[in-house]
């Protein structure tokens, strides 16, 4: 799927925290892949991370750039409207409130070609948002043409607290390549050999330490394979020898391809204190895999109603824990649970599906102004 021919997009700039692995990074990865190839995109890591660029054929890429400015607030808006107005953009794309500054240039500049996408949040905005940057939300999005939300959450948040107007707003759910993400040979492991398995960055909020309790404690002696890496590692690393299970637990590190990893897991196992719509469950999903997960974000509308069983609150080491036992020893359940969640996916977070919907706002963001 690429670009509708007639429509004037060639150059289109974006503007990331990090463009390090992670779920809307390879969207987006995938979205450049599909814009087509006479289409070149610019892309800003405020952290130099551009890791996600080895997924896009580097003739689709133009310039990988750092910060254009300096460190403050002002000097950061600053250098992003010279920088605007400099690559004089198609379409500008923004990513979270890293990217603020530069959703900041837009207005200033007046570039009407914007749309901004929301992820979630950090741990430290879960119950409640800095006034500050809902503040700053409401007066450098008020002219994008199009504000991009992945949660029925978010959608709510970007109502009441950012006052998106409702034209403008855009609940686009994520999606998950079905051919690429699919089961491996069947597998009924005895429980001690069953392998559970998380997928995502060693940080904070995604809470692997909970997740380590609740291994710790579990009746059953399984294996514990994380896919990730990240700041939280060695405090990981040493509760897991502390806990007395290192022996059965495997810190996998990064993976450029993560699919061949969920073939390797029996149950799929999600710790966060906080998520929208989170990639990883998608693909774990597809993969046929059972979920056991904290009730955070969407994920209970992600699940099939009969695939909710293993929902503990976050933060509840020994409910995930009886989560997971009742798991380890089931392997009928596993099997059937997994097979509902590969067709749920299916019917309803395709990936082309998702793809066209981002592409067709993009179009018509990308489209003159009158």
Not at 275 to 286: D, K, N, W
Request: charged share 25%.
């Amino acid at each position: 799927m690429s670009e509708p021919a007639g429509l004037p997009l060639r150059r289109v700039l974006h503007v990331f925290a990090t463009f390090g692995i992670g779920g809307p990074q390879m969207r987006q990865a995938h979205l450049i892949q599909r814009m087509g190839p006479e289409v070149r995109h610019d892309i800003v890591a405020m952290d130099g991370n551009f890791a996600a660029a080895e997924h896009v054929d580097r003739a689709r890429l133009g310039d990988l750039l750092g910060p254009p400015g300096g460190r403050s607030f002002l000097a950061s808006t600053r250098a992003f409207v010279g920088l605007v107005r400099e690559r004089r953009p198609d379409l500008l794309l923004t990513y979270n409130w890293g990217s603020i500054e530069a959703c900041a240039a837009a207005r200033i500049a007046n570039i009407r070609h914007h749309v901004h996408h929301e992820e979630g949040f950090g741990p430290g905005e879960l119950t409640r948002r800095h006034p500050r940057r809902n503040w700053m939300r409401r007066l450098w999005l008020a002219r994008a043409h199009g504000v991009v939300v992945v949660s029925s959450g978010l959608l709510d948040i970007a109502r009441a607290e950012w006052r998106v107007a409702a034209e403008r707003l855009h609940y686009l759910p994520n999606g998950v390549d079905l051919a690429r993400f699919h089961a491996g040979e069947p597998r009924v492991p005895e429980a001690a050999s069953c392998i559970l398995g998380a997928v995502g960055g060693l940080r904070a909020e995604k809470d692997h330490a909970t997740l380590l309790a609740a291994f710790a404690t579990m009746r059953v002696k399984a294996k514990l394979l994380l896919v990730g890496d990240g700041p939280e590692r060695p405090r990981l690393e040493a509760m897991a020898k502390q806990l007395g299970i290192h022996d059965r637990v495997q810190f996998a590190g990064n993976a450029s391809d993560t699919a061949p990893w969920y073939r390797k897991m029996d149950v799929f196992v999600l710790s966060s204190r906080t998520e929208q719509m989170p990639v990883s469950m998608l693909e774990a999903m597809a993969s046929g895999l059972p979920v056991a997960s904290t009730d955070v974000g969407d994920v209970r509308a992600m699940l099939p109603m009969s695939c909710r069983g293993a929902l503990v609150a976050a933060g509840d080491s020994r409910g995930l824990a009886e989560a997971l036992d009742a798991l380890a020893v089931d392997a009928q359940r596993r099997g059937q649970e997994g097979a509902r969640n590969r067709t749920h996916v299916a019917d309803n977070y395709e990936l082309d599906t998702c793809m066209a919907r981002y592409l067709a706002l993009y179009m018509r963001a990308a489209r003159p102004q009158r």
